[in-house]
């Protein structure tokens, strides 16, 4: 599995997306037309809990959680790191993650965002990576959410 070629199964990333509680949403725009914006406040709908990470917005409340500047900042573990970052940026944010989340399942590179050094760095210590995908397209796909014209067909959450 090399880059932009990268295939997941539908059942790997329904698992991800069922197993993950907590999510770390680096690169999150407070702007709401930003993708990064409304998708932490879509998966925050959804019953995850979103920790936006900014360094130039650090201390502000965003989507009822205050904004750290660096993962190292946040207090416990996270399942997730969602990378809303241009790839060049992405390796040192990965190896931040690993050192401050021991328990780290998944490292995740939102749509264009690609880096194999990132990805291998993450693979070595177990943590599954997916790359140019987005969670919340994904999550709306597998969950039944884009058929019917919206209405969801699928299971109903129970963390709503």
Avoid at 3 to 26: C, H, K, P, Q
Wanted: aromatic fraction near 8%; hydrophobic fraction near 40%; include cysteine.
């Amino acid at each position: 599995m090399t880059g932009m070629s990268e295939t997941y199964t539908d059942d790997f990333l329904r698992g991800v997306l069922s197993r993950t509680r907590r999510i770390a949403v680096v690169g999150v725009s407070p702007n709401p037309v930003r993708p990064s914006y409304y998708v932490a406040r879509y998966l925050r709908l959804k019953g995850y809990q979103v920790v936006p990470v900014n360094p130039g917005h650090a201390g502000k409340e965003l989507l009822g959680e205050t904004v750290v500047a660096s993962l190292s900042e946040i207090e416990g573990e996270v399942d997730m790191v969602d990378i809303f970052r241009r790839p060049e940026h992405v390796p040192p944010i990965v190896e931040e993650a690993l050192a401050a989340f021991p328990g780290l399942r998944t490292v995740w590179m939102q749509i264009g965002v690609v880096n194999e050094e990132a990805a291998a760095m993450a693979r070595a210590r177990g943590v599954d990576v997916i790359m140019d995908r987005c969670p919340k397209i994904e999550y709306q796909r597998l969950f039944g959410e884009l058929r019917m014209g919206g209405f969801a067909t699928g299971v109903i959450s129970s963390k709503l």
